[in-house]
């Protein structure tokens, strides 16, 4: 009988069903995301459903830390998967946010959010600290938490959120995560949380952004909905501790109820309303996070019309005009990736977005 309690292995028969079929949209296919792997019986080119990961089927799905050593081997041969423990992906990323702060990627350079100490573990540092570093750098919280980062080829998204290390299976506390999201949402925590003057609809709506600027793809569907999922449950994790926290600072409310309630893998602890938040943040996240081929910019086991390289030539071509000088928008075949602009309310591709990147570099340099 699986443990409900489980911090590491979601369960999905705990997620509400309308959750569930948010996370396994795929909205470029306008179906649901494959398998792409064959894992539990199921053929890599058959989509999945929810019947085939709850009940008898809710141990399908399972994080890298669970599989057996040959599975893990097969994986490894085949799709050539391998997972970072947390301590690296912190100082890479501590390196990414040095390079973001101080102009330079050197480890001397330190981090705002915590410092690496001897057996692979690290110190959080003070909310003070990271408050005093966006003063001093000139740097704004607002534009660390809209700018736009992405992990690619993504796995269970280790470098996105950190509920656990992936290697261990070490839980890691809300404040101690070191994951993309992670640092973002810190970062709303501690300028508009709890302890501050904002609202918690102000609060939400920074989390909502930091959700929207982040993002991530990957192959294998089952590593895809793992990802989704803990990004829902770090949503959550969140939520509760915001609610927690609010009632303690009110002081309203059994202390010993409240703390019993945030240490639990369900949806406790949360408010009526924030059930139609977390749907609205599903929704970001079915976005954000999507099912690619990285070769090709297209789902898995779909061969592109127009090669990668060549449509990127082409978008990036001097636009054409029409007799009278309007432009002629250049058609993106259908089957590659679609991704939401949020700031424009519109879907495009990710086709676009990269050429876009590559354009801006060749100008830089």
């Known amino acids: 009988m699986p443990d409900i309690r489980d911090r590491v292995d979601i369960l999905e028969d705990q997620i509400p069903r309308e959750f569930l079929v948010m996370l396994l949209v795929d909205h470029t296919t306008g179906k649901n995301i494959l398998w792409a792997t064959d894992i539990g019986g199921h053929n890599e080119h058959d989509s999945i459903q929810i019947e085939d990961i709850v009940g008898e089927n809710g141990l399908v799905l399972r994080p890298r830390v669970r599989k057996s050593d040959e599975e ?25 946010d040095s390079l973001w702060f101080f102009g330079s990627a050197a480890p001397s350079s330190g981090s705002p959010f915590n410092s690496p100490i001897m057996g692979k573990r690290w110190k959080v540092t003070d909310d003070d600290i990271l408050r005093k570093t966006f003063e001093e750098t000139g740097k704004s919280w607002e534009q660390y938490v809209l700018d736009d980062r992405i992990e690619m080829c993504c796995g269970e998204g280790p470098y996105l959120t950190s509920r656990y290390d992936v290697v261990t299976e070490r ?9 993309i999201l992670d640092r973002k949402l810190r970062v709303v925590n501690t300028f508009v949380g709890v302890d501050s003057k904002a609202t918690k609809k102000e609060w939400a709506d920074w989390i909502i952004k930091a959700y929207k600027h982040t993002y991530g793809f990957e192959w294998q569907g089952d590593n895809l909905v793992l990802t989704r999922e803990a990004l829902l449950y770090t949503l959550i994790d969140n939520l509760k501790a915001y609610n927690l926290n609010k009632l303690i600072k009110n002081n309203k409310g059994s202390i010993r109820t409240l703390l019993n309630k945030i240490d639990e893998i369900d949806f406790d602890g949360l408010y009526l309303e924030d059930y139609e938040y977390i749907k609205t943040v599903c929704h970001i996240i079915s976005w954000n996070f999507w099912q690619m081929d990285g070769l090709t910019a297209c789902p898995p086991y779909t061969k592109p019309s127009i090669k990668l390289n060549a449509l990127v030539a082409a978008i990036n071509k001097p636009k054409t005009r029409d007799l009278f000088g309007n432009i002629i928008p250049l058609e993106i075949p259908l089957e590659y990736c679609k991704l939401m602009d949020w700031d424009e309310n519109k879907v495009t591709t990710y086709v676009e977005v990269y050429a876009s990147a590559i354009k801006d570099r060749s100008h830089e340099c």
Do not use: D, H, M, Y
């Open 72 to 96: 893990k081997r097969l994986r490894t041969k085949k799709r050539a998967e391998v997972f970072t423990p947390s301590w690296v992906c912190n100082e890479q990323l501590n390196a990414a």
């Open 171 to 179: 839980v890691i506390p809300l404040k101690q995560r070191i994951g």
